[in-house]
């Protein structure tokens, strides 16, 4: 079925819900006026549904495959990133003085979003790049930005990540790819890389690996590790494209979904690179893309989320099954109650999550536009839960959708199982769902739970200025609030395995109590509309469910640590 990309949606978010007005009133994106917001959207909305849909189909059945070392990408892949990149889409949030538009955060989000539901395996690759532009940025000698911010930002070059080694997943501190000094500046790289997103492609003219690797002498664990610039080929005096590095594809990997993505092993086998920023600080500049990437990828959770709820929807208004259990009934299946409650789910948790995310970005451009301490605390807050959250939402909503459509929703031809195969993933990468969670309640929470504290604040106040009007809907979510702020209290007060032990239903515990909110807003804002009521179902029906995992946060490990693996097994 044809996506269409929810403009309106963005617009309804930032005009009522999330704050945007205030990231444009700021100096540093003043030129993001509603006008061009509105123009900036429907751009990229029209590209999305036009150019990058049609493919979506095309790259799942015609996967990326590795011919004699060389990528080959699924046919129109190559024009879909022409469009990408003839459209500045790569570049929105990147320095002016490098050629990028210089817009906000949340701008960009709301782009990324309807990239992913229209292809996410191409979505994928400018995602990549937009990380490792905002690392340079913030990173790289001036030499290095130079030479490859303006390719990166054009899109004529594209960029990846080189973390993951076979031996070393989470636990990067455990990577053995070398880095010895050439004695010209630069280094010679030598190890493997796996699982690397876009490690490749048919249709750039060149591909720039960030690669974390250890120096000669380095010590043990991630204070001994450094990030390289190293490029498939090395640039010539203009700057443009020589002779070939010492790297190569070894293979692809075969994947669940996103069969359009090449997901590369690499090989580095003494190729040329150079350093990004110091000797030893490459989780700094590494965590700067990895923090990108993470709102990013909670970005396409909720793109795929979205595309699945119209897909299912399309499907439910049009399959006639059985006999219409309501008065003037349409007696297609959206009339049976269990069908309109998986589909209003799916509608109502894709908003919450779609909110989080915006949240999280107007967080991260406050911060940036004002300096402001409690602004960057907050965006550090969010940046977790809006990934995880909008992931766990697009898994769900993906495989909810499989539901609506019964037994055809298991046959590949209906496209339903696509939007689940590819999305499971984004749960896993970035940091998985789990180390998002040990986040939040760890390092977010050094502060005693300050920034979450100042949230609360926020929320109950607002909440309490709606109470008067629809208390139907506030009095809930500000309960819900209070017993979010418990929840916080007590894990303030433990030390950190207690905290790890239910850290995954907390972070869903504060999400629904964050979704709650956000439908409150936009109730408040469209009383008499369609957000009033699906802001009544979520606060209804899927807001009670922040009790019962907040009393599993607080539970504790010492129940978990009773069962003995032997116990486990039996």
């Not at 990239?115 to 990380?131: E, H």
């Not at 972070?507 to 709650?516: D, E, M, Q, S």
């Not at 539970?555 to 009773?562: E, I, Q, R, S, T």
Request: hydrophobic residues 45%; charged residues 20%.
């Amino acid at each position: 079925m044809p996506y269409r990309a929810p403009v309106s949606d963005f617009r309804f978010l930032f005009d009522h819900v999330v704050g945007f007005d205030a990231v444009a009133a700021t100096d540093r994106f003043a030129e993001a006026s509603p006008d061009m917001v509105e123009a900036i959207l429907t751009e990229s909305a029209k590209m999305c549904e036009e150019v990058l849909a049609p493919l979506q189909r095309k790259g799942d059945l015609d996967p990326s495959r590795l011919e004699n070392g060389v990528v080959r990408t699924p046919e129109g892949f190559g024009d879909g990133f022409a469009a990408i990149r003839e459209g500045g889409w790569v570049s929105i949030a990147a320095d002016p003085e490098n050629g990028g538009m210089g817009l906000p955060m949340a701008v960009t989000s709301a782009v990324n979003e309807m990239m992913s539901s229209a292809c996410l395996s191409l979505q994928l690759q400018p995602l990549m790049s937009q990380g490792q532009i905002e690392a340079l940025e913030h990173h790289a000698s001036d030499e290095i930005k130079a030479t490859y911010l303006p390719k990166l930002i054009s899109g004529e070059w594209t960029g990846t990540m080189n973390l993951t080694e076979p031996q070393a997943g989470s636990d990067v501190g455990a990577l053995r790819t070398k880095a010895e000094p050439k004695g010209d500046g630069s280094f010679a790289i030598s190890g493997q890389k796996i699982y690397i997103t876009w490690g490749d492609t048919d249709f750039s003219e060149n591909v720039c690996h960030l690669v974390l690797a250890r120096l000669p002498d380095a010590p043990e664990g991630t204070k001994g590790i450094s990030l390289f610039m190293v490029p498939k080929f090395l640039p010539d005096a203009d700057g443009n494209p020589g002779a070939r590095n010492d790297l190569r594809v070894v293979s692809l990997e075969h994947k669940l979904g996103l069969h359009g993505s090449p997901t590369a092993v690499m090989e580095y086998d003494g190729a040329t690179g150079w350093l990004v920023g110091p000797e030893g600080g490459g989780m700094r500049a590494m965590f700067t893309m990895m923090n990108n990437a993470r709102l990013g990828v909670g970005v396409q959770g909720v793109g795929v989320a979205e595309a699945a709820t119209q897909h299912a929807l399309a499907y439910a208004r049009d399959r006639k099954q059985g006999r219409s259990p309501i008065e003037n009934g349409t007696g297609t299946i959206l009339d049976h109650a269990d069908v309109r409650r998986m589909v209003a789910t799916m509608k109502a948790e894709t908003f919450a999550a779609r909110a989080i995310a915006l949240a999280c970005a107007v967080s991260i451009d406050m911060g940036r536009a004002t300096g402001d301490a409690g602004w960057e605390a907050r965006a550090a807050l969010l940046t977790p839960v809006a990934k995880a959250f909008g992931t766990d939402t697009g898994i769900a909503v993906a495989d909810m959708g499989i539901q609506v459509h019964g037994g055809m929703g298991f046959i590949e031809e209906t496209g339903a199982a696509q939007y689940a195969r590819d999305v499971r993933v984004t749960a896993i990468y970035e940091g998985t769902n789990g180390i998002q969670a040990m986040d939040l309640v760890g390092r977010k929470m050094m502060d005693g739970g300050e920034a979450a504290f100042e949230l609360l604040d926020e929320i109950e106040e607002r909440v309490e200025a709606i109470r008067s009007e629809m208390p139907e809907l506030a009095d809930p979510v500000f309960q819900a609030a209070e017993t979010l702020r418990e929840a916080v209290e007590w894990l303030a007060g433990q030390e950190m395995n207690q905290r790890f032990a239910g850290s995954v239903p907390f972070l869903k515990g504060f999400a629904r109590v964050l979704g709650g909110y956000y439908h409150l807003l936009a109730a408040k804002a469209d009383p008499e509309g369609a957000h009033a009521k699906l802001a009544r179902f979520y606060i209804t029906r899927l807001l009670p469910e922040h009790g019962a995992l907040l009393a599993h946060a607080r539970a504790g490990a010492d129940a978990l640590y009773a069962l003995s693996p032997d116990d486990l097994a039996a």
